[in-house]
């Protein structure tokens, strides 16, 4: 199963003048124009998907989103207003229509998809209270032995001096972490936030953070490199290599 990941787009209303509105716009454009050359089996996008949770950002996102291919699923970052959001796609049939969470499982695949939603109203950092902690433990006993991958917007983890303490409770990101450790189908965890790519082994398993689509925001990438051409992760999931993840720059 091939799997694209964007993140972090923070997309700015078709009507700013800031230059970084236009930029993008565009780095999200190119990005969805290469993941359809790819052609892969879904599209998951780890939250901070617009800039302010304003209606006319969303509606600007779901135009850029629009040409995508394969089915996309979509998580909130803390830019993100969970409202706006469930309005925004509402027309996206696995979303929750209601409730506190904004948190669903996708069986369409051979892999499992579960979202997860780690953010709060007003809240910067990552919350992943009991009732969270209860579905996801009762979410993933349901098929033990199904192949599962993950996807949240906080990382409940630290990554060196840029990302320290990103959950408001850590024993709320240690309870995540004692969950997925006693599932061993867990073969990933994709997360977005940092803005940094970061590849490690977490609670058993593999995790992910990747840089944020929008170049302006990036961190820790090498842009001698990179020349500013926007970024996007392809993820090759298969019972025998487990998880195989690769950041795609977009050519110009
Ligand atoms: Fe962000």
């Not at 996206?92 to 506190?100: H, K, R």
Request: charged share 25%.
């Amino acid at each position: 199963m091939l799997i694209a990941q964007i993140s972090d787009t923070h997309i700015l209303p078709p009507t700013s003048d800031q230059p970084a509105a236009k930029l993008r716009a565009d780095c999200l454009r190119q990005c969805v124009a290469d993941i359809n050359r790819h052609q892969p089996d879904a599209v998951i996008f780890t939250g901070d998907t617009v800039q302010h949770a304003r209606p006319d950002e969303y509606a600007w996102l779901r135009e850029l989103l629009a040409p995508l291919q394969a089915p996309l699923y979509v998580v909130p970052g803390n830019r993100d207003d969970k409202s706006q959001m469930r309005a925004a796609f509402s027309d996206f049939a696995f979303l929750p229509g209601d409730g506190e969470f904004f948190h669903y499982v996708i069986d369409d695949h051979d892999t499992r998809l579960v979202g997860l939603d780690s953010t709060l109203a007003d809240e910067r950092k990552g919350r992943f209270c009991d009732a969270r902690q209860a579905w996801l433990d009762s979410t993933l006993s349901v098929q033990p032995d199904q192949p599962t991958l993950l996807f949240i917007h906080h990382p409940p983890f630290d990554v060196g001096e840029h990302y320290i303490g990103g959950y408001r409770r850590s024993e709320e990101a240690a309870q995540l972490e004692e969950i997925v450790g006693r599932n061993a189908q867990v073969v990933g965890l994709l997360c977005g936030h940092v803005h940094w790519p970061v590849s490690r082994e977490w609670a058993g398993t593999q995790a992910r953070i990747m840089p944020s689509v929008a170049v302006d925001v990036r961190k820790g990438v090498d842009e001698d490199e990179a020349r500013q051409r926007p970024i996007y992760m392809l993820h090759e999931l298969s019972r025998v290599t487990g998880l195989a993840s690769h950041a795609i720059t977009v050519p110009a």
